[in-house]
């Protein structure tokens, strides 16, 4: 069972940074596919980067360039580094996983690029607030 938990959410502003973690991922990096989704009030929950079982990495078109994700082995854990902070980026943000095999496992035929219904392990969210 894979158990996932975010932290290091909180309030910022427009601007600033934040460093999330996403803990219980130990022993499952390459046979899982690893993402990171947020969800603003009223919104669709959207992918915001992924991790492929190959080691492959993707980032939503909003985000590139200013959020990053990488393995944490000392915790161990996912962190997303989010850099240049902008109101948009408010909302809940979570961690999710999945079994599997193929590199680029985050997406597939007519789906989005990084697509929330392949995933079966979900954390409980963590909010994270940027104010103008």
């Known amino acids: 069972q894979v158990r996932l938990t975010e932290y290091g959410g909180g309030s910022v502003q427009a601007g600033g940074s934040l460093r999330l973690s996403c803990t219980g991922t130990?022993?499952?990096?390459?046979?899982?596919?690893f993402a990171w989704f947020r969800q603003a009030p009223g919104e669709e929950r959207e992918g915001v980067t992924a991790?492929?079982?190959?080691?492959?990495?993707i980032y939503a078109s909003p985000v590139k360039g200013r959020f990053t994700m990488a393995e944490d082995n000392a915790r161990p854990a996912l962190t997303l580094q989010m850099n240049s902070l902008k109101p948009e980026d408010t909302g809940m943000y979570y961690c999710?996983?999945?079994?599997?095999?193929?590199?680029?496992?985050?997406?597939?035929?007519?789906?989005?690029?990084?697509?929330?219904?392949?995933?079966?392990?979900w954390g409980p969210g963590i909010q994270v607030i940027v104010s103008s």
């Open positions: 991790l492929g079982t190959d080691g492959s990495l």
């Open positions: 130990r022993h499952y990096v390459g046979n899982y596919c």
């Open positions: 999710a996983a999945y079994g599997a095999s193929l590199g680029d496992c985050y997406t597939g035929p007519g789906l989005r690029p990084i697509a929330p219904e392949l995933f079966d392990y």
